[in-house]
């Protein structure tokens, strides 16, 4: 299995009024393709900066960050936003679903930008959401259904390009208990059926056992790095 | 991403918002109907008071006595009694002129049988139906021979024969009594409508301007020479002539004043014209600053809009939108938003400009050119005014956007 993401002594400095933060104060993280990852750490540890950097909606401070084997640290934002268009998936927290907008549409979205035909759009779109279990739902908006429902369109949206890394965000941080060990179980069949890449944003530790490797970040480095033995399904 | 991707992305973004979106185009949809409405009355009134004019007669010159001074008072227009027929057939002689004829007027009473009816007479020449360009409806018009020899004939115009013989008798043959003298009725006019300015044009009985002055004024003068110039280029240069030529006929030489005052109408028409041409600027101001205040009303929903959707487009770029092509998206949404605005809008002036002409039965036109321009126009409004919104959406930072609250 090739490297999907590679990162060198990854660096990130920002200022917030007068103060310099360093965020990430040299990360070395290898992730290869097929993995499921958990990053946690408390608030500040600097795991939300790392997952911008590595989802290309920032860019490092210093350091190197090779995406599926090329170097991806000194990209321009247009180019940033074709990878992420083409390689990367996103769920967030808040879903973050067009309001008004179907569920078929809001998975179509990514494939809007990417210059797919329609027709080809609405295959692929209603595809997805079979696959995430709700297929039924491809003409409801996001008002009509449950958080689980509409984090499992969030889902279905982030598959859409066939990306080589999804990328989610406390994605069950807005969540009963139930729709979030469903959501979770989606996300361990989507990684061991389809082989699908993911790291996972959390600092819940029983989100975090879903995954097989669990890296910790305090402080703007990485404390931790290991396997998970004991996955949860 | 495509034009149509983002025509469609645009599209459904505004019918996601119809009632805010409605409340937007209304300040375009309002000002682009002032501009039809405005544009279609101002040509209408043009168009109006040129036929009115040319109702008038074509290249027509009216002669008219001036002012005198008696007594050290200034009698006004018309308060020389100095214009004779002779004058007529002196101007008629000048070069560039087509036909002259006299006009004595007289209100009085008209009978026949026991009908009766308040009219106008008019004493004119057999070159009056000429220089007015006014047919014939029936009979014959007044002949050289009549006005020679002072006949007692008429030619009714079509209200008066509406009033003498209510009963649709045909008037010619029949006798009407002007000021006691019996006139045999020889020919009706057609009938030519209100005057530009309200008048009923066709209440009026036409005679020999010499019956008129021998029975009806008594006086040698008459009231006015209508001078017909050959060609509508000739009418200043006739203009002059007669000038001229009245005032050697007159013995008036400067310091005095003209007896007389020479006016054409063509002057008359561009000075309503001009008058035209100031309302329709004012008027085109007014639609042009309430074009500029939808505009400014897009900028401000689009800048709330961009506000309000922070965190989609925090997403859309996430899932790969370019600052390129948010930019495109919110641009293609202001310019939607005020092209159907000017699209509603020329519906909207269409309907209004219609109401006017039913009101006011002037022959309106919508120029074709101007509704291109009103549509050209407003999609300019939606890019002028939507440039800065679209542009604050596209630099937005997708981290930032993404957290916005």
Redesign the interface.
């Known amino acids: 299995m090739g490297a999907v993401v590679e990162v060198a002594d990854l660096r990130k400095e920002y200022s917030l009024g007068n103060e310099r933060v360093q965020a990430l104060r040299g990360v070395d993280l290898r992730l290869d393709a097929g993995e499921f990852v958990a990053v946690m750490g408390p608030s500040g540890s600097g795991k939300s900066t790392f997952m911008?950097v590595v989802?290309l909606?920032?860019t490092p401070s210093a350091g190197t960050y090779r995406f599926e084997g090329t170097d991806v640290s000194g990209l321009g934002?247009?180019e940033r936003?074709?990878i992420?268009?083409?390689r990367l998936g996103?769920v967030?927290q808040?879903y973050?679903l067009?309001?008004?907008?179907t569920a078929l549409?809001n998975v179509e979205?990514?494939m809007?930008?990417?210059?797919v035909a329609e027709a080809d759009r609405r295959r692929i779109a209603g595809d997805k959401l079979e696959m995430v279990g709700i297929a039924h739902l491809a003409k409801h908006h996001p008002n009509q259904m449950s958080g689980g429902q509409q984090q499992r369109v969030a889902i279905a949206?982030s598959l859409v390009?066939d990306p080589g890394l999804i990328l989610a965000d406390e994605p069950t941080g807005a969540l009963d208990t139930k729709s979030s060990q469903d959501v979770m179980r989606l996300f361990t069949r989507l990684n061991a059926e389809q082989g699908i890449t993911i790291m996972l944003v959390t600092h819940e530790p029983e989100v975090a056992a879903y995954a097989r490797r669990i890296v910790t970040f305090r402080d703007g480095s990485i404390t931790s790095d290991v396997v998970n033995e004991r996955q949860a399904a | 991403m495509s034009l149509k991707a983002t025509l469609a992305v645009a599209l459904a973004a505004l019918v996601r918002n119809k009632a805010r979106s409605l409340l937007t185009m209304l300040g375009i949809v309002i000002g682009v109907a002032a501009v039809i409405v405005t544009v279609a009355i101002g040509v209408g009134a043009r168009t109006s008071v040129q036929q009115s004019i040319n109702s008038l007669g074509s290249n027509l010159i009216v002669v008219q006595p001036g002012s005198v001074t008696q007594s050290g008072a200034k009698t006004g227009f018309g308060g020389a009694s100095t214009l004779t027929p002779d004058d007529g057939l002196a101007i008629v002689k000048l070069p560039g002129v087509a036909a002259v004829s006299p006009m004595v007027s007289v209100r009085t009473q008209v009978v026949a049988g026991s009908n009766n009816w308040q009219t106008t007479i008019g004493g004119v020449a057999p070159s009056y139906t000429f220089i007015r360009s006014w047919p014939l409806a029936a009979g014959r018009f007044i002949s050289e021979g009549d006005v020679g020899s002072a006949a007692k004939v008429a030619v009714l115009g079509q209200t008066v024969v509406g009033q003498l013989f209510p009963d649709g008798s045909s008037p010619l043959g029949q006798t009407v009594i002007v000021k006691g003298a019996p006139f045999t009725v020889v020919g009706t006019l057609a009938a030519l409508g209100q005057s530009g300015l309200g008048q009923d044009q066709d209440d009026t009985v036409l005679i020999p301007y010499t019956s008129a002055m021998e029975r009806l004024t008594g006086l040698t003068t008459v009231n006015s020479l209508m001078v017909s110039a050959a060609s509508a280029t000739q009418i200043d240069g006739v203009q002059q002539s007669v000038t001229q030529l009245l005032e050697q006929r007159h013995r008036i030489v400067p310091p005095a004043t003209d007896d007389f005052q020479v006016r054409n109408l063509q002057s008359i028409a561009q000075a309503a014209s001009q008058t035209g041409t100031v309302m329709e600027l004012l008027l085109a101001g007014v639609a042009a600053v309430s074009l500029i205040v939808g505009g400014i009303g897009i900028m401000n929903i689009m800048l709330v809009s961009v506000t309000e959707r922070t965190r989609e487009i925090g997403l859309r770029m996430s899932v790969g939108a370019r600052g390129a092509s948010i930019l495109r998206q919110f641009l293609a949404e202001s310019i939607v938003l005020s092209t159907i605005g000017g699209i509603l809008g020329i519906v909207a002036g269409a309907a209004g400009t219609l109401a006017v002409a039913m009101f006011t039965h002037w022959p309106m036109t919508i120029p074709p050119q101007w509704i291109f321009a009103s549509v050209a126009f407003s999609a300019m409004v939606g890019i002028f005014f939507g440039y800065y919104p679209a542009r604050q959406a596209a630099q937005l930072n997708p981290i930032e956007a993404l957290r916005f609250e």
């Open positions: 911008h989802g909606l920032d934002a247009d936003a074709d992420r268009g083409s996103f967030f808040a973050n067009l309001p008004r907008t549409a979205l990514p809007v930008y990417a210059g949206r390009n």
